[in-house]
């Protein structure tokens, strides 16, 4: 077994919970940084990787690491790497990546020296004009970080946050991984009632499911690592297989709501393509009148911000009228995401504590109440 060196890149503020996922499922050699986890293993634990973190946005296999303040220490590190060992003479090499505090800064010119260096060798190695690039795709992924410079390639391809499940989404949609998140943060196990009173198109009561349900987040859905040459064939099938007997179907007690019929119509949908249509309860309902329960339970949810949905004002009116509702609640937990600083002011309680957290660009604070 050859140990590799694998990167996920998560979202700021993740990064424990990934590193926490990723030794929970027995890897090896876990370190969280900013903004990604690294962790050890063979390309098959870089699949397996893939299929079941749930808060993670990809998965890249480190191919080197060199020093390269200089455009020609960045093009010979790139051209000594054998890419003929792993992209075929028909394979995609698309290049994408990002520089920092470095003096090679321009993120364009580095992705054209990467190029024309994978290009030479492949043309000199295939003995070839032009390559014609038709094939599987080998995402190329660098990062230039205080002049050292990592080569990747990319396993995921469409980001870990698309599960397949959700085809249609309400215009302020939280990813998916978001939404793990916040289940993760509150430790939900689907023994309690977990209620999302402003459920969109439904992504944290699926998460919440599915996580209570050891459904894994890759079971419906592809990787570009399937198609390249050098991997073991079926690898991912024979995990998907694997992680789909481990599966468990039965009611929980996850209450989804809307007050808008479209977005409960959408969270059907999307839960039934996740196959937790059957395990959750979904219905229409205005968060501002309902009755949330008083001994035991936890609400997780993402309200209006008033930034893709609503204006402000009209935000901080529901974050009033909710704190009302609520009130007297003793025994519910809430965990309350939004980007308005001022939301404990008018959701009218202070928070037990507080989690910084992007939701895409937007930063956000996860409200924490453990009590009533
Ligand atoms: C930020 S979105 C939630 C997005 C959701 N987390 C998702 O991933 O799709 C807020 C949702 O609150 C709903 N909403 C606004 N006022 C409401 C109310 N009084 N009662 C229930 N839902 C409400 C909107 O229809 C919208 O779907």
Same mark, same amino acid.
């Given at each position: 077994m050859k140990i590799e060196q694998l990167i996920v890149p998560c979202l700021m503020g993740t990064e424990g919970l990934v590193a926490d996922e990723l030794k929970y499922n027995g890897f090896e050699g876990v370190a969280a940084e900013n903004g990604r986890v690294r962790f050890a293993g063979d390309l098959a634990e870089g699949a397996r990787a893939n299929v079941i973190l749930r808060c993670g946005e990809r998965v890249l296999w480190q191919l080197a690491r060199f020093p390269a303040d200089t455009f020609e220490a960045l093009f010979q590190g790139v051209r000594a790497l054998p890419w003929e060992e792993w992209i075929g003479k028909d394979g995609a090499f698309p290049v994408r990546g990002h520089c920092l505090?470095? !003096? *090679?800064?321009?993120v364009p010119s580095c992705q054209s020296i990467i190029k024309k260096a994978v290009v030479e060798r492949l043309r000199e190695k295939y003995n070839t004009a032009w390559l014609e690039e038709t094939g599987p795709k080998y995402q190329i992924q660098f990062s230039i970080n205080r002049d050292v410079a990592e080569i990747c390639l990319d396993m995921t391809g469409a980001p870990l946050y698309k599960r397949g499940y959700k085809q249609e989404s309400n215009v302020a949609t939280i990813r998916e991984t978001l939404a793990a998140s916040m289940v993760k943060i509150a430790r939900y196990r689907g023994r309690e009632d977990l209620i999302d009173p402003f459920c969109g198109s439904g992504t944290i009561a699926i998460e919440a499911a599915m996580a209570a349900l050891n459904i894994m987040p890759g079971v419906r859905r592809s990787f570009d690592a399937e198609n390249w040459a050098f991997m073991d064939k079926g690898i991912f099938d024979d995990l998907r297989e694997e992680y789909r007997e481990q599966e468990r179907h039965e009611k929980l007690p996850i209450l989804a709501s809307d007050i808008d019929p479209a977005c409960v119509e959408m969270t059907r949908e999307n839960a039934r393509r996740a196959g937790v249509d059957d395990c959750m309860e979904v219905r229409r309902a205005d968060a501002l009148k309902m009755q949330y329960p008083i001994e035991r339970g936890v609400v997780i949810t993402n309200p209006p911000? #008033?930034? !893709?949905? *609503?204006d402000i004002e009209q935000a901080r009116r529901i974050y009033r009228l909710l704190g009302r509702q609520m009130r #007297?609640?003793?025994g519910l937990k809430k965990y309350i995401i939004t980007s308005d600083e001022e939301f404990e002011t008018h959701f009218g309680m202070k928070a037990d504590k507080k989690r910084k957290l992007y939701n895409g660009m937007i930063r956000c604070d996860l409200y924490m109440y453990f009590r009533g």
């Open positions: 505090d470095s !003096r *090679l800064h321009s911000y #008033g930034q !893709r949905m *609503l #007297g609640c003793e």
